[in-house]
């Protein structure tokens, strides 16, 4: 029987080419954003309409069986402490927290009808190693973090929960950072590897830990060119 996962955010970046990487694995993909017509068009897949700040989760849409879900929605609002108003933080929060929760809780009765089925969250290198201007960020993502841990131990053995900690990763939410040659010089420059990521580097230790990692789980594992455990002086 092939395996079934729900991605939440397929329609770009990281989201859409685990998409890629799964379909090609043999499985079938449901996957919801506000605009899931943007996913990659491919056979066994299904979009379905959901904006996580304004809609109840559309748990009706789901297949009976899920074998996974990755919860790939995530911001950037990277200012000043000072500049940073408690809205930044509410929205953080919302997009990074509480949309994970809503759908972890919206797929948990498909989760649980699978032998062995697998959570991946999204965290990010900020959390790990602080960077200035990060706050609202680092302090939702910290708490995908305690959420990953606890969910791992509340859900085994059946289910395995893990998150990625990527660094810049070259997406439309990175745009603004990674938008030009010169930005994109300097920031792999950044790195003990002298990169960042493409969107299929996290992709495909996304669908390892969704697919093929039955003794993982309560990890955070960083897909990060070395950013957050490597110096090379
Ligand atoms: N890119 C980086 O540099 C980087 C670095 C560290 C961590 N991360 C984390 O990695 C994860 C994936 O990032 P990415 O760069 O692939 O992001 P992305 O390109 O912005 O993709 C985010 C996905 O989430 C969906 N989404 C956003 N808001 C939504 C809403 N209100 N309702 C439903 N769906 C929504 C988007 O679809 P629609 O627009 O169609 O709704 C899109 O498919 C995020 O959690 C991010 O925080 C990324």
Redesign the pocket.
Known sequence: MSKHYLI????????AALLETLVAQGAAVTH?????E?APDLPGTTGVR????AEPFPADALPDRLDGMAY?????RLKPFERLKEQDFNAEWE??LLGAVRSLKGALPALKRSEAASVLL?S??AVQTGMPFHAAVAAAKGAVEGLTRSLAAELAPRIRVNAIA????D????ERLLGSDDKRRAAAERHPLKRVND?QDVARTGAWLLADAPSVTGQVIAVDAGLSGVRLF
């Open positions: 939440v955010g397929a329609s770009s970046g990281i989201g919801l954003s506000r605009a899931p943007r959901w904006d996580l700040q790939c929605p995530g911001g950037i997009l990074n999204f990010t290198v990527p660094t810049l990763t997406t439309p939410l990175a969107a």
